[in-house]
RNA sequence: GCGUCGGUGCCCGAGCGGCCUAAGGGAGCGGCCUGCAAAGCCGUACAAUCGCGGGUUCAAAUCCCGCCCGGCGCUCCA
């Protein structure tokens, strides 16, 4: 499989620790408000190569933090008036349930910042050992920037560009040795929550607890370390500097997913033009946001506009219209056409080309439609299965049809009225159904029945 | 300002030197099917053209140069 790596700034193949396993560490949500649709993206990016990668024959590990001590938080929480605890573990349940919703499956393992905070302490110990770290009594400790080749090769810079692009924007911080240092360690303010450490009381610095995460679950030089492109810099890079000036191979490749804009800008929390999860799911459901998602390249920016919806909301129908009428004609599901599968294969082979994928999955329904209209059931039952397999493995997969016995016995009683043709009697039942949000679609094979 | 990614039909969105007479989805139109619908199928207009202007090449949406426009990043954002 080839992925575009953000550190290589290529294209390249997948290039493993270990064969036939994959490690993917996917940076998380902060959690001080509920998850936005942006949130959903980046989640549904590494859900669906963790998914494929399986479906490929790869053992996969996917760990997925969760961020429950930083600024954002300390001061949501002062203004709600409840503890930093009790605001993270709302949000956090919350994030958790709505990607389930979502259809995201849960990772292998989602830590918490605060339960590794003494392996944080012992990275920034080492890091001050080997004198790429350095402590500002009062302040806090700091990574020395100095001390490590190549800060700023993530996103194709040198030291010195971002030091330069940094002059308008950092205000100049007294102590610190170089402007680009950062801090590891926090030094305690009144009121704010607090771990003892040698440095005394504070807490965890710049995305520090990725760096302890994702070594200690998935070990150095795990294979995947991923994203939200706005993550890249500075925080991705400061991962990079702490693990690797401490000692460890850190991420053998870099993916970055886009961001989801909202009439041409970022949606984010701070912009406060976010479109939460929950009401979207509401809004358009599961599978037309997650089809919706997957019609754009993980890499492109992508407008969720109702437009977008309309048109992945229109495709969903699409395809369990499909399955409806497969399932009335009684068509099983036979083998899988190797042709399809393979062209499959080659979209999200090529750095997980999803858009390109579905339209074969969309090729194969047309396909066996086709073959069902002409009465050619094998290739019907072939495009079944394929449909149902290439779905499966986006996390699309069909609903199963419900049963409701109501409704099965009007349509059998339209059904005798259409072949006295009553139809004025069988128009009533179907009106009737319509009314109840049943929609009825008639086949030589006998009426099926959907709900609006 | 610096860096980076991008600008493809009515909308979304693939394609990234010849297979492009530009995939796929949605919306439109005509036909078939249907008692009528719905779904489906077939056909079809929308891209004589891929932001604009140059260039390279036998060949460019695809490569190069310039310009215009937009996103993202440049200290705690997915």
Redesign the pocket.
Known sequence: MHLFDTMQ?RFVELDLRESGHVSIYA????VYDVPHL??A??ALTYDILKRYLQWSGYTVTLVSNITDI??KIISRSAEEGISEHDLTTTYTKIYIQQLREFGIADPDHRPQATEYVSEMIEIISRLIHQEAAYEIVGSGVYFSVNAFDGYGAL???TAG??RE??Q???TSDEEKED?????LWKAAKPGEPTWESPWGPGRP???IECVAMSLDILGDGFDIHG?????????HENERAEAEASGHAFARHWMH?A???VN???????LGNFRTLGDALKEYGSRSLKLAML???YR????L?D??M???I??IE?ID??FR?MRGAGIEKSSISEGMKQRFVAAMN?DM?T??A??VI??T??GG??AL?GENIDDAEVALATVTELLSVLGLDQIDQDTDSDIDSLLSKREIA?TKRD?AA??KIRNLLQDKGV?????PDGPIWRRL
């Open positions: 700034n940076c998380g949500p902060t942006g949130h993206r980046t930083d600024d996103v194709g810079r560009d971002l692009s940094a308008a924007r950092i402007p680009l240092d950062f801090a610095g710049w995305h994203g939200g492109t706005d993550l890249a810099f500075p925080h997913s961001m989801l804009n041409g800008e970022k949606m984010a929390k701070s019609q754009a390249h492109s920016i992508m407008e506009s437009e977008t309309a048109g992945a229109g495709g699409r219209a499909f009428r090529t080309g858009p390109d579905i339209g969309f090729e329904i047309s439609n086709s209209d259409r139809f069988a128009d929609e009825i679609e008639d086949t």
